[in-house]
Structure formats: C-alpha cells, structure tokens
C-alpha cells in the first residue's frame, strides 16, 4: 500500500540513549516532515526536508537531528534521549506540485524517555 | 507568521446533537490551504478536507460540514447528528502554497479539539 511507513511504532528509551525513527514514503514525494505532538500543542514541526540530500530546522529542532540520504527516507535522531522528549512523533510528506497539494501522514511513534 | 486557534479544548455532547468545532487562522499570504483532521483513539491522522484559499464554498460530506469564512478568518466543522465513533482529537490546520521562506510548506497546527460523544 502506498503510503508513508514509520519506524518503530513504540519506543522505550533510558535518559541519554540515542535512537533513529526511521520515515519510509513510496510517493515520490518531494518534501519530508517530522512532527511532535504533545497534549494540548497540537503538532509542532521539528525538522523537515525539501528534496534528497537538503535538512532544515523547523520551530523545535533542540536534541534532534535529521538526514535525508534518499529521496524516500527521512530519519530523525536523539542522540542524547531526555524526558522532555516524550511524545509522539509524526513523519509526513507531500508533492511539490500544487495540484496535489496535500500532506500524508504516518501512522506515529510513541516515544516514552524514562 | 501563521497560527491557527482552536478556542474549544473539549467539547461534550450527547448523541443526536449537532456540534461545531471552530478554527481561526492567521496568515499574510493569499494563497493557502486549509485542513481537518480527525485522529480517533488509535492515534493516527486521519484526512477530513482540503479547502484553498480561492474556494470559499461550503462542503457537505454526509454528516459533516465545513463552513469557511474568509472574512472572518474562519472555517468551522459542523458534525450533525453526532455518533459515539466520531469521538476524537479534531485538527484544523493552515498550510502555505509557497515552500519558500520561513513556511517551509509545513503544515500549521491548531491545539485540537477533544470532542467526545456519549451515548
């Protein structure tokens, strides 16, 4: 089924563990976007990506990191995982052509930092 | 900047009662789109509509209905005839046509609505 894919759907982390969230798409879309929601803030975009090999910062990229070595993958790093990033994370992608304008979601990761 | 405000944290209804979720946005562009999404208890998103900026028609899709209102800055979600299934997180979002700048083409966000509907 086309779509997009994340990776793990459930996650476990010790305070200062490192882990990737790996986001798969099979669109051939364009732009790549990692989110966070949290209760009462909606989603809040961390990192995104407007074509293979270009990262950007969004509005809370802090303790985050990102690569985008595929057009179809965008992976989101902790490398030093901290309570206050537990959340659940939402990867997302969309065409660049305006006539399809719309965004596609995964299904999200459930984060816990213990 | 863009913000989207969803004034209503939780609302509360009975089955059979008709209930409006409103959305307010804030942008300078004019060209932009507009999205409701509904995320059940399983947590995913789950895609509502889309509406653009050029198209200020209201839609019907069965029970729902979408008000928007560029006037006012506004586009409300009306479900009729509420049902215990459609209990969930309701999203409005803005999202800019242009890529360029500080919009990223990234979706914006209101706060949700936690909409629950008893039986």
């Known amino acids: 089924n086309a779509g997009v894919t994340q990776t793990p759907k459930f996650r476990v982390l010790k305070t200062g563990q490192s882990m990737t969230l790996l986001c798969a798409q099979d669109m051939n879309h364009e732009y790549m976007y990692w989110y966070r929601q949290d209760p009462g803030m909606g989603l809040r975009l961390i990192h995104y990506?407007?074509?293979?090999?270009?990262?950007a910062k969004g509005e809370v990229p802090d303790g985050y990191n990102v690569s985008r070595l595929k057009k179809q993958n965008f992976l989101l790093g902790l490398e030093s995982a901290a309570p206050s990033q537990t959340s659940v994370y939402f990867c997302?992608?969309?065409?660049?052509?305006?006539?399809?304008?719309?965004?596609?979601f995964g299904s999200g990761t459930r984060l816990t930092v213990v | 900047a863009q913000k989207v405000t969803q004034a209503q944290t939780e609302i509360s209804v009975v089955e059979k009662e008709d209930v409006t979720l409103d959305c307010v946005y804030e942008?300078?562009?004019?060209?932009?789109?507009l999205f409701w999404y509904k995320q059940p208890p399983s947590g995913e998103l789950v895609f509502l509509i889309r509406?653009?900026?050029?198209?200020?028609q209201n839609e019907i899709s069965g029970r729902y209905s979408w008000n928007f209102q560029k006037s006012t800055s506004s586009f409300n979600f009306t479900i009729t005839a509420s049902q215990v299934v459609d209990s969930a997180v309701y999203f409005c979002a803005l999202g800019l046509a242009n890529a360029g700048g500080t919009s990223y083409g990234k979706l914006t966000f209101g706060q949700g609505t936690i909409l629950t509907v008893h039986p």
């Open positions: 509406r653009n900026s050029f198209d200020e």
């Open positions: 942008t300078r562009d004019t060209t932009y789109y």
């Open positions: 997302a992608s969309r065409p660049m052509d305006r006539k399809n304008y719309g965004y596609t």
């Open positions: 990506s407007v074509g293979e090999g270009t990262t």
